[in-house]
């Protein structure tokens, strides 16, 4: 009978009895996203709030020997040049630039001009492991007059290209005889805006959500007393 | 030192009543056997210091002396001379009314002779007690080399980078070689008072508690619990109380560092009003602030200070130690004895610092690590490796050496006079075992040079082979073996500057004198060039040399504390040692009584061979009995064995002694005596230290504690009995008694013994006796 060679999976690593995971650092010391500037970017509940257009940096301190951007949403963000290490008013920190992307016309009005998302950044610590952060942010549209005059414009076209297939189509004419639908039709269109302040609200609400649903679950605190069940189990008396 | 103030305040008050020859005639007549005309007997023990009513003050004319005949300066200078050595300060009070010449008493010419009443040497000479004391006794320059070597040898047991087991060094042995006096007590002392006050856990001498049966990794683990819990012998704060504010801080530093930029500001539950706010802006303040309390956690200055600088953050402890618990749960995942054990060290360790829950060790050590361990079931021995492992790994965090320090061997090895081969063997073998599986742990082996190469012979070649492996310290090669030689002419010469600084600061012109002041050369040399004699003796001869220039007095040997040889002992003296130990098992048993199982059972073990064969009130019993580790919880799993004739049977006694929930595992473990191979018990009695003294016991069980009862003894013959207080004490007090008994040189004779335990301990003995009307099949 022929013998053959064990076959063991290739995976499978020396067993070494390492230290425990709890007393080493899983992140570097502080992770912060400012502008291209070194300005500091609002921070809200759903996350660093980024405009769209805009160039920013990724800046982590620590004893880390590299850094890279591996998570983005590949149509908004667009990493630029490579991570360095520079120094700002005597700290040491490594930089990672990106630029966000302005969105299509159609996905600006579709998604109401916000997109919470999330950066994952990867750092090699001195050490040789690699730990990595998310860091939550929202990339929206500035909300400005532009903006609104082109979502009022757009509801209105909207509007209009609505009453006039009506009056085509049901053959009325009271569309050119009475002022009526025009109001109405204006104030839909005004209300957009108001309606699209209400959904990113509702929209920045229900990201903030999902990120505290999420801290409850990775900080999910220990059930209080688990460790004094003493009263359940009725502690001896003492001698 | 509490019982040297209160030696000295009576002898202050003494010498106050204007009968200032008492002490010390009294003293001299006491040594020369006058037992009937001395005043009171020099000390021999604390309690002696303690005034009792047998201490009368006789008269002088008691005494069968006259007035006349009463020197009183020189009376008093040996007063003074003689308690010196007891006291830190001594002041004396000349305002005796009734004293002739009072007045003259009083004079500069008349006190010198009594505040000069010092020897220098005297301290020194004394064999070397944890007394608190060394600082002032010890002179750098003696044992400079070996102490010099010891240390670096510790210090190369100080990891810089810890990431795996691996970069520990492995376990070693240093052994110190010396002849009684050789000064190994006081190199001791010396690494313990190390001058650049570098941080090390040197794990006592306390050879107390080592029993052939148990294992030696057990041993060590209780040694080195002992010493995380008791405090540090010099800077006084609590081993584990440092340990854990310094790893709670860094768990702390790494948990904040882990929070996201959101979670910072979830973290502090913000109203639904500031949620609103926080929707567009304003998450930077929550940044920032988490930020500084990570820069103030920055090592080395917070750990001390933990909770002040959460308080000065503004930071709840009580949620700070939530987010900590949560990330340890969520990095040390997992039933794996392994991450329990973690888990509970670390959680303890959390909850010490930030919480000041002083139980917090015990809940480490009440906790069952086999339960949670679905895997396999592992061995005791490999919990307890894994228990001392992960001790291991947070000293080694904090770049703490852990080092065992075992002195005092021939009390261990040799506790009645002559090497006992089997425990010789059990200890080198345990060694040579722990310096196999372990990693991390430096050992000293204290030994005096003959009782060494005796035991030596009864270890196997294993043994000898681990002992000799040796520590590679940098500069000074592999140190296996330290040989205490006496001091040299020029470290003797170093010793007498030493001791003389002090007065030779307070003499005009005193730097000028020469550095042999008041010896003279050739005695210097005569006593560097002696053959054979260890530093003690020597020391002994610079303090006689002293006394005979300075006092000019041939005969003042002083402290009579070093009596070589055994001694016969009186009733009296064996009471006083017995009062002395109770207290001192009163104490321990305060302070962490449920931690007293091993000592309780060991107490209990030794106090039956004491007692036993007593066929008058006993005739059921054996003699034969001995402690014994059972089943598989190393915590709680021990019991006393005890043979009983009749009934026919094997009865183990055990001590409930955990609390709360580590109550139903002590509980659960006192039945594998049982199943154990070792015990092959087929009677279990179970002592409860509850307050309750009738009644049914098992119904005042806690819920958890009795379904354990009820499930386990079924089909047994087991019986559940309380134990008062009184008892307890005695039982913890029988080891301590023995061992203070010989550390006094006290041989006590088999008969003595047996008829003190009997007497001094006759309400322990029903608790042991089996109940006939208990049977096999069941309560």
Known sequence: METEVLITPDHVMPRRCEVSPALLAQSPESVIITTRRGRAVPLSLAGYRLRMGGTYQIRVTGPVRDVRLIGFPRLLVQRQGDPRECTDDGVRYWCREFRVHRASLFSMITSLGIYPEELEIESTLLDGRKVSVCVPVVLELGFTWKIVLLLVLWAFVLSVSELVSTAVRDHRTELFESPVPWLRALVLALLYPVMTFVRRVHCLRKRAGELHQHFDTIWRLPERGAHDSAEQHGAGPTP | ?779
């Open chain 2, 1 to 779: 030192m509490t019982s040297r103030v209160r030696m000295f305040v009576i002898a202050a008050a003494v010498l106050a009543t204007g009968l200032h020859i008492t002490l010390a005639d009294a003293a001299r007549d006491a040594k020369a056997g006058d037992g009937g005309k001395s005043l009171f007997a020099p000390p021999k023990t604390a309690r002696d210091y303690w005034p009792t009513r047998d201490w009368k003050v006789k008269k002088p004319e008691e005494l069968g002396m006259s007035s006349a005949k009463l020197k009183a300066v020189e009376d008093y200078a040996e007063s003074a001379r003689l308690l010196s050595p007891y006291a830190d300060y001594l002041v004396v009070n000349v305002s005796s009314p009734n004293t002739p010449g009072l007045r003259d008493l009083q004079s500069v010419e008349s006190l010198r002779p009594i505040l000069c009443a010092y020897n220098p040497f005297d301290d020194v000479a004394r064999p070397q007690h944890d007394d608190g004391r060394f600082s002032q006794v010890h002179v750098p320059a003696v044992l400079r080399a070996p102490r010099e070597q010891l240390l670096a040898a510790i210090d190369a047991y100080r990891v810089r980078r810890f990431s795996a087991l691996v970069d520990l060094p492995a376990s070693r042995v240093i052994k110190v070689l010396g002849h009684r006096g050789a000064g190994k007590t006081h190199l001791y002392e010396a690494v313990l008072h190390r001058e650049d006050g570098a941080p090390q856990l040197l794990i006592s001498r306390d050879t107390e508690n080592f029993d052939e049966g148990m294992p030696f990794e057990e041993y060590m683990f209780q040694l080195l619990m002992a010493a995380l819990n008791g405090q540090h012998p010099v800077y006084g704060y609590r081993f584990f109380d440092v340990l854990a504010a310094q790893v709670t801080r860094r768990l702390l530093l790494h948990t904040v560092r882990e929070l996201g930029p959101t979670d910072r500001m979830f973290v502090q539950c913000p109203s639904r009003w500031r949620q609103f706010r926080l929707l567009w802006r304003g998450g930077e303040e929550s940044r920032d602030r988490f930020d500084t309390f990570a820069a103030e956690l920055q090592p080395p200055a917070a750990a001390a200070e933990l909770r002040r600088v959460c308080e000065r953050q503004q930071m709840s402890p009580e949620l700070l130690a939530d987010l900590v618990l949560a990330r340890l749960s969520r990095l040390e995942p997992g039933d794996s004895t392994q991450s329990c054990i973690r888990r509970e060290l670390y959680g303890a360790m959390i909850r010490a610092a930030l919480l000041q829950d002083r139980d917090a060790l015990q809940g480490f050590l009440e906790a069952d690590y086999q339960a949670g361990s679905r895997a396999r079931v592992l061995h005791r021995a490999d919990v307890v490796r894994q228990l001392l492992h992960a001790v291991r790994e947070v000293c080694a965090l904090v770049q703490l050496p852990v080092v065992y320090v075992f002195d005092n061997m021939e009390g261990l090895l040799a506790p009645a006079g002559y090497l006992q081969p089997r425990r010789a063997a059990a200890f080198l073998e345990g060694l040579a075992q722990a310096v196999d599986h372990t990693r991390g742990f430096l050992f000293l082996v204290l030994f005096e040079q003959g009782l060494y190469s005796q035991a030596l012979m009864h270890a196997g070649t294993f043994a000898r082979s681990r002992l000799d492996l040796g520590v590679h310290v940098p500069g000074h090669c592999r140190v296996a073996e330290l040989e205490l030689q006496p001091p040299t002419r020029a470290e003797l010469s170093d010793l007498v500057q030493g001791r003389m600084a002090g007065l030779r600061s307070q003499l005009p012109g005193g730097n000028s004198v020469p550095a042999h002041f008041p010896f003279a050369p050739q005695f210097l040399e005569e006593l560097g060039q002696l053959s054979g004699m260890p530093i003690r003796g020597r020391i002994e001869r610079l303090r006689d040399e002293y006394n005979r220039i300075v006092f000019g007095r041939c005969d003042l040997v002083a402290a009579p504390v070093d009596v070589p040889g055994p001694n016969e002992v009186t009733r009296e003296e064996l009471e006083r040692i017995w009062e002395d130990a109770l207290l001192e098992a009163g104490r321990s048993l305060e302070v962490a009584w449920t931690d007293q199982q091993v000592n309780l059972t060991r107490g209990l073990s030794q106090l039956l061979q004491a007692a036993l064969p007593w066929p008058e009130y006993l005739p059921q019993l054996d003699a034969a009995c001995q402690a014994l580790p059972i089943g598989d919880n190393p915590r709680h799993g021990f019991a006393t064995l005890v043979r009983c004739t009749q009934p026919p049977a094997r009865v183990a006694i055990g001590f409930l002694l955990a609390t709360g929930a580590g109550m139903p595992l002590d509980m659960r473990a006192k039945f594998a005596a049982f199943s154990d191979e070792k015990t092959r018990a087929n009677w279990l009695i179970i002592l409860w230290p509850t307050g309750k003294s009738g009644g049914d016991l098992v119904a005042a069980l806690p819920t958890k504690t009795r379904e354990v009862w009820e499930e386990c003894c079924q089909q047994r013959a087991v019986c559940l009995r309380a134990v008062d207080r009184v008892s307890l004490r005695k039982i913890r007090a029988l080891p301590l008694f023995l061992e203070n008994a010989r550390k006094q040189d006290i041989s006590l004779s088999d008969d003595l013994l047996r008829s003190f335990v009997r007497e001094r301990c006759v309400e322990v003995f029903p608790l042991v006796i089996p109940d006939p009307q208990v049977t096999e099949h069941g309560n």
